[in-house]
T-cell receptor, first 111, second 119 residues
Framework: GENVEQHPSTLSVQEGDSAVIKCTYSDSASNYFPWYKQELGKRPQLIIDIRSNVGEKKDQRIAVTLNKTAKHFSLHITETQPEDSAVYFCAAAPYGQNFVFGPGTRLSVLP | GAVVSQHPSWVICKSGTSVKIECRSLDFQATTMFWYRQFPKQSLMLMATSNEGSKATYEQGVEKDKFLINHASLTLSTLTVTSAHPEDSSFYIC???????????????FGAGTRLSVL
């Protein structure tokens, strides 16, 4: 089955700097890669996703890149703000099948 | 976006009692719902996948007789922790797969979670 790894487990950046979180997956059949943000004590919320037919997707300060050959995808947050502090989870799955989540990255944006 | 409601948000119970957690999709029909368990500072651990009208599929190591899942309608799934013990204390989160026949059908929408404390 699918196995998703995520690095780093914790990340601290200064406000205004960029943050990058990387995930790798094992199942070449996976073609859907969502990213969720979970603030303390709250529900995970989808922030961006990408399908394997594209290599990059952007939404304002957030972008995701995908390298199918290497089986890795990354979340990029630019101009970080304190409200970006949260735990971020990546996931991978063949489209329509159950997600396999990474272990999460705790991002702290320091003022 | 779609809304998933989960109740209760927090429950404290005595050891040996059973606790029922409800998960509702408020504005869409969810043919598939998921139940996760999350320990502090850890990832989402899938416990079971529930399809409306059929038995839930449990992940390896999850006791189906202890964690009873019922998905009686397209908008409601319940998780009952039977004979709860302190080691069952955790954060339980449900999720529902997005509306079918829409571009969002593969998106999972999460409930707000239930914090269970067993004394």
């Amino acid at each position: 089955g699918e196995n998703v790894e995520q690095h780093p487990s914790t990340l601290s950046v200064q406000e205004g700097d960029s943050a990058v979180i990387k995930c790798t997956y094992s199942d070449s059949a996976s073609n859907y890669f969502p990213w969720y943000k979970q603030e303390l004590g709250k529900r995970p919320q989808l922030i961006i996703d990408i399908r394997s037919n594209v290599g990059e997707k952007k939404d304002q300060r957030i972008a995701v890149t995908l390298n199918k050959t290497a089986k890795h995808f990354s979340l990029h947050i630019t101009e970080t703000q304190p409200e970006d502090s949260a735990v971020y989870f990546c996931a991978a799955a063949p489209y329509g099948q159950n997600f396999v989540f990474g272990p999460g990255t705790r991002l702290s944006v320091l003022p | 976006g779609a809304v998933v409601s989960q109740h209760p948000s927090w429950v404290i119970c005595k050891s040996g009692t059973s606790v029922k957690i409800e998960c509702r999709s408020l504005d869409f029909q969810a043919t598939t719902m998921f139940w996760y368990r999350q320990f502090p500072k850890q990832s989402l651990m899938l416990m079971a996948t529930s399809n409306e009208g059929s038995k839930a599929t449990y992940e390896q190591g999850v006791e189906k007789d202890k964690f009873l899942i019922n998905h009686a309608s397209l908008t409601l799934s319940t998780l009952t922790v039977t004979s709860a013990h302190p080691e069952d204390s955790s954060f339980y989160i449900c999720s529902a797969r997005g509306p079918t026949k829409t571009i969002a059908k593969n998106i999972q929408y999460f409930g707000a979670g239930t914090r269970l404390s067993v004394l």
